[in-house]
């Protein structure tokens, strides 16, 4: 499949970008001063120390259990340390107050921090107050917890799953609002990796604070927009002006900190966006309560995001609105955000969210396996100081032997194709084409199209399209009439697992064009053959015919004349019945009725015949008119033959789906080892046979041999 080189570039780019700024979040956690001591809060003085790393800077703390004061040495003054300076987010605080003191106590410690030297004074195991000089460094890579790096990787998933639906269409004014929602995310959890994972204080903690809560309102800002705007547009344009408005006066009047507190600052604000969410997504509901393909992708989008929203908001800012602690750090409750990204690019798949298409997968694992190249090569060089050459090689070679593979994994998992291509299927589709009957043909292509496609249902389509035509957006599709196959339909690709998609349309064209090159095929060569035929009997006809007559006429006893009229008859069944279509089972029975007849009047017999009047209007397959007509005409020639009767008797019935025909003939009657011995006789029975029926020769009475043939009305109708 051809790979679109703009978005792949324009992708790449992007996460390129945002590798960068991960990198530089990382050198600035990495470059702050750094203790080696791992603290938390509890309700004593000061904190409580945890760990100390014994390569750190006061590893001579390792008996330290408290950490009560900094302060800079040779002076009095100090920072006697607080439960509020360890928390992870300044927005847990409970009103401006406290959130400006903590600001301010940030700078302090910061200043102090920065220092060569700074004094630590600490309480030991036994309870006694001590004091250390200790030169803080900067942190070691090692170091950075691991909730550091989840944050980092939902913040790049993110922002590289928004990024690779904006560069598909990047006019779609519903798909700019999810980029700026992959944007905002992307800084808001970025942003507040750096705080939540610092080791007491960070300079420029309030400056992040800041970008925090105005990504944090872009992102509801931004989403609110896509809701109206996606699956259907809600209002106009124009009109998104004003929400934009109404949360940007909002996000200044919480950085003014004119309202009482956070609560109705910065926290209402999240849960009055998520509130307008839930509201919007009701009404999409119910606008698609008749439209089931919309309402299915509907469904996904609102599981994606509003569920998402409201996990995040229920672990963390309803708690703290209630004055509760959060339920769970707010770096991991980040990842319900990130988790709503994931399932779109689930959605994508399944229902053509934005209506991309599964092709849209390829581009993006194409650039992930690029970056990460890219990424295990820095790793390698940074964490191994290999060289650059070397750490290359390892890192395609770790990539080949891992992530392709896995990919290839991915893409049949998620997508589900037939790997089937037009070139493979040729020769299955020149022997559908050539199978006898078209019963057997339309079973064929019914197959073919199940095992390729996978659809729930399948059924026969009137009026017929033209061409094939993806339905009820991509529920169903419509494959015309082709190669004298009906038109057909079929409903949920891959038993019900995805929509039928654009490539799904090409290749069934492709597929009907093919089926009808080569019904032509076999047309033409119909054609010939019937051709070659025609010219073949005519000569029969007009030669061996002309010959037979005349015996006919010049025979010189009548077993003679009757032998050549029976040859005669064979040479106009063969011309007559062969390549024909099938006819009625009246008019066969007529047909037959007629050559007896003048048989058995010109032998100077009499006809005794005896049809049902409701024998069943069936049309009879030409192998089956022409094996029944000369089975009956060798039991007449064998009756003229060797019966010396005086007369025939046929009668004709049905029953229980059987056709039964008798002859009886008041002859001398047969010996018992003729019905397996003549050479006639054993015709009769292998025709009789091919037709799937049975033949019996049984005494007439009072006298003669009576010949009794039961075949199934159905075999005759399939030939």
């Known amino acids: 499949m051809f790979l679109p080189q703009t978005p792949a570039r324009n992708l790449l780019l992007l996460t390129l970008s945002g590798v960068l700024f991960c990198l530089i979040a990382v050198a600035w956690v990495l470059f702050n001063p750094w203790l080696g001591l791992e603290l ?135 798909v700019l609002f999810f980029a700026i929602t992959g944007v905002s995310m992307f800084v808001t959890i970025l942003v507040n990796s750096l705080y939540v994972n610092r080791e007491l204080a960070m300079l420029g903690i309030q400056w992040m604070a800041l970008v925090n809560h105005i990504a944090i309102f872009a992102f509801g800002c931004a989403l609110i927009s896509l809701f109206l705007s996606y699956p259907s547009q809600l209002v106009r344009t124009r009109y998104l002006f004003w929400l934009w408005l109404v949360y940007l006066v909002w996000l200044a009047v919480d950085v003014a900190q004119l309202l009482p507190d956070q609560t109705l600052g910065l926290h209402a604000g999240i849960l009055s966006q998520i509130l307008v969410l839930t509201l919007l997504a009701a009404v999409h509901w119910r606008r698609t309560r008749n439209q089931p393909v919309q309402r299915a992708a509907l469904l996904w989008f609102v599981i994606s995001f509003v569920l998402a929203d409201w996990l995040f908001a229920s672990s963390t800012l309803v708690p703290l609105a209630l004055g509760m602690p959060m339920l769970m750090p707010m770096g991991y409750a980040a990842g319900f955000i990130f988790l709503s990204y994931i399932g779109l690019a689930l959605g994508i798949s399944r229902y053509r969210l934005f209506e991309l298409d599964a092709w849209a997968y390829r581009i993006l ?114 494959l015309p009439a082709c190669g004298g196959l009906t038109a057909r339909e079929l409903r949920f690709a891959h038993e019900g697992k995805r929509l039928f998609t654009p490539t799904d349309a090409e290749f069934a064209q492709g597929l009907c064009n093919l089926m009808t090159r080569a019904a032509s095929s076999r047309e033409a060569y119909e054609r010939g053959a019937a051709e070659e035929r025609g010219r073949v009997y005519r000569d029969l006809h007009d030669d061996i015919g002309a010959k037979l007559l005349s015996l006919v006429i010049g025979a010189e006893t009548p077993a003679r004349a009757d032998l ?43 006809l005794l015949w005896n049809q049902a009047a409701d024998l069943p209007e069936i049309q009879i397959a030409p192998e089956a008119v022409t094996h029944l007509g000369r089975t009956l005409r060798e039991g007449v020639s064998n009756v003229l033959r060797h019966a010396q009767a005086s007369a025939l008797r046929v009668d004709i019935s049905h029953k229980e789906g059987l056709l039964c025909i008798e002859m009886s003939d008041d002859g001398l009657g047969l010996p018992a080892s003729a019905p397996h011995h003549g050479k006639g006789l054993v015709n009769m029975r292998k025709r009789v046979e091919l037709l799937g029926g049975r033949i019996q020769w049984l005494p007439a009475a009072p006298r003669g041999c009576s010949v009794r043939i039961e075949l199934e009305l159905r075999r005759l109708e399939e030939g």
């Open 40 to 174: 938390s809060a509890d309700r004593e003085p000061g904190l409580r120390i945890d760990r100390v790393d014994p390569d750190g800077p006061a590893h001579a703390l390792s008996s330290a259990r408290r950490l009560l004061a900094l302060g800079a040495p040779g002076e009095d003054a100090r920072i006697e340390l607080q439960a509020e300076d360890r928390v992870a987010d300044p927005d847990e605080l409970s009103g401006y107050a406290a959130f400006n003191a903590f600001m301010e106590r940030q700078r302090r410690l910061n200043d102090l921090l920065s220092a060569p030297v700074v004094e630590l004074h600490w309480l030991d195991a036994d309870g006694a107050k001590q004091r250390s000089l200790v030169t803080p460094t900067q942190r070691p890579l090692s170091a950075l917890p691991f909730l550091f790096w989840y944050e980092l990787l939902c913040a790049l998933g993110g922002l590289m799953i928004a990024a690779w639906v904006y560069v598909l269409r990047p006019g779609d004014r519903a």
């Open 564 to 606: 050549a009229r029976s040859a005669l008859d064979d040479l106009r069944d063969v011309v007559s019945r062969s390549g024909c279509e099938s006819m009625p089972l009246s008019d066969a029975i007529a047909d037959w009725r007629a050559e007896i007849d003048h048989r058995l009047r010109s032998a100077g017999m009499d």
């Open 365 to 478: 694992l194409v650039v992930i396996g690029a970056a990460l190249v890219v990424a295990l090569d820095a790793l390698l060089i940074w964490g191994l100081h290999m060289t650059p050459v070397l750490s290359l090689g390892w890192a395609l070679f770790l990539a080949g032997w891992l992530y392709f593979p896995l990919r290839q994994w991915l893409w049949r998992r998620m997508i589900g194709r037939s790997a089937a291509s037009l070139e493979d299927l040729l020769p299955e589709l020149i022997d559908l084409a050539f199978t006898l009957g078209v019963e057997q043909r339309e079973l064929a292509w019914r197959l073919l199209l199940e095992r390729l496609f996978k659809p729930l249902t399948q059924q026969a389509l009137k009026p017929a399209p033209q061409q094939v035509v993806l339905a009820d957006n991509g529920l169903s599709l419509h």
